[in-house]
């Protein structure tokens, strides 16, 4: 096999990892309990998008939810790694949305059952340009914002993160192995909010990137 | 990239999209209710195992269950697949075991909480070789069978499946696309048990192949 470009981790990357209520007052926002250990979930890679393509809302969500996020992404792979080497693992990172189909995730939550409906869909992982792991000196400091057809919903900073990015490095890894190419989410500042078919959706980190994205309504099959 | 070679989907598919109580008599014996829609989750590329290696009880659960379930690989990936199509997309299936750790799996679902860290750890996934389509010719009439320390713990046949490999196939590829490589698990029959450090698994399905695997305790960091 020829080598991979870390560069476009999402060609060929194997695992989107999340992590929820990673910030306590988006934790507040939902009405959920504040965190003692990380709350993990999965995305497929079929998950991932790019600017230029549409977010899709799905045929059976009508509370489609955006959640702007710091991503990191592996570079060497591991188990059980110390959070005192956690940082070797990081090739760089990416800005991120984790869009969530919050009526279905409800209902979820509510029956005791799989997330992956709610989190796991088509478009549901859009993700900005990779950032070399220099232009963030401390991933434990940064600005995250995201606009909704031109007003800020969401600007927070990753200090407000309950568990640091080698916290989670270390955590995941002791019972799911990371590769390089993966991609870990690390949680939503507050401020999450409905969007809908037409809405423009614009997300930055610091002065390093802007991405933006326009949503779609699912067309049925027939 | 040279060409990927789909007897060897782990080391290459991107994803595992297992469902859940798809037999009758197993969402009784958990007490679930019957679905009228497939329970779809995932588990990690990073949980797949080969035979020679052992399965390891997470330091966390002290409540392994062995599901064995039909795996069906894709060899043509598709979004949004009829099922008078969907059998195009399979290359041919393995025979898989759901490792869930159901302690954990009960302590999510009381909670709402994402089942990642029940399903999704290391070794979770073990499979047997590949499985050509051709000898199969009919996924929805095969028998499967698990024994632990040589004890018959589970003996099904496909047959039971409450939602069909076509069925799942199309209703997964209409919100999660697939891709050559993937791997569905379609659910166990009745009959799942705990196991633990030093006991012996093998599975079987027909007459075609059987699997054997050594469960040893994940060991700590330090
Ligand atoms: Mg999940
Ligand atoms: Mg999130
Ligand atoms: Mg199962």
Chains 1, 2 share one sequence.
Not at 119 to 125: A, E, L, R
Not at 162 to 169: A, D, M, Q, R
Request: a neutral charge; glycine letters at 8%.
């Amino acid at each position: 096999m020829t080598a991979r470009n870390i560069a476009r981790f999402w060609e060929w990357g194997r695992k989107i990892i999340c992590v929820g209520r990673n910030y306590a007052d988006h934790a507040k926002e939902l009405k959920n309990a504040i965190p003692t250990e990380p709350v993990v979930f999965l995305k497929p890679p079929s998950a991932y998008l790019r600017e230029g393509s549409p977010i899709l809302v799905p045929l059976y969500s009508n509370d489609l939810h955006h959640e702007v996020e710091l991503g990191v992404v592996i570079g060497k792979g591991g188990t059980a790694i110390p959070q005192s080497t956690a940082m070797e693992h990081v090739a760089g990172y990416a800005l991120c949305l984790d869009m969530t189909a919050r009526d279905i995730q409800e209902e979820c939550k509510s029956k005791g059952l799989p997330w992956t409906m709610a989190k796991g869909f088509n478009t549901s992982c859009p993700v900005s340009d990779f950032i070399p792991k220099e232009r963030i000196p401390d991933p434990g400091n940064v600005q995250l914002w995201l606009k909704v057809n031109g007003k800020v919903r969401q600007s927070g900073s990753t200090s407000q993160m309950i568990f640091s990015v080698p916290y989670l490095i270390s955590y995941i890894s002791d019972f799911i192995s990371l590769e390089e190419g993966d991609l870990i989410l690390t949680g939503t500042p507050k401020g999450v909010s409905a969007v809908q078919e037409h809405d423009e959706l614009q997300a930055g980190i610091q002065d390093i990137l802007t991405m933006n994205f326009k949503l779609v309504k699912q067309k049925s099959r027939i």
